[in-house]
């Protein structure tokens, strides 16, 4: 027996005087909020899915770039003149700095949600880790580089 079921029998037998169409309005503010809330835990799952995933792929990424530089300058004078190059660089810069802007966003909509603070934290930090390690390669391009 649902929800409904309950608080009808609970009116129609005197535990609850007020009437029906406070019930039925209960009921529906109830239905409301656990519709809202499984659509906004199943929202916050995909999110924070696509959040670990792409930090993950762009720390991958700038951390092979400084391998790469480190330990085989050749191969990365060849990666550096390909066409790959401007996708990853693209997506360096893109997820770098628009990572941090999307969490925050995150941390707005979801601060109803007190059970997800820890994911929300994970999230924090592996985007101030990728916008920290993007900024640390460019202020190494900067020291190492000869920009003219």
């Known amino acids: 027996m ?3 079921g309950v608080l009808f029998r609970a009116v129609k037998s005197g535990h609850l005087p007020n009437g029906i169409t406070e019930v039925k309005g ?4 109830t ?7 499984r659509m906004t835990e199943s929202g916050l799952k995909v999110s924070h899915v696509v959040t670990r995933t792409i930090a ?3 720390l991958a990424n700038l951390g092979m770039m ?3 530089e480190r330990y085989s300058p050749t191969h990365c004078r060849a990666f550096a003149n390909s066409s790959l190059d401007k996708i990853v660089t693209f997506w360096t810069i893109t997820t770098a700095l628009l990572l941090p802007l999307y969490v925050g966003f995150e941390g707005w909509w979801m601060r109803k949600c007190k059970v997800t603070t820890i994911a929300l934290w994970i999230d924090a930090g592996l985007a101030i880790a990728c916008f920290l390690m993007f ?3 460019v202020l190494y391009a900067f020291g190492h580089y000869a920009m003219f």
């Open 2 to 4: 649902g929800l409904g």
């Open 135 to 137: 900024v640390g390669v």
């Open 26 to 29: 209960l009921v529906r503010e």
């Open 66 to 68: 400084v391998v790469c």
């Open 31 to 37: 239905n409301g909020f656990l519709r809202e809330l």
């Open 56 to 58: 993950t792929i762009t």
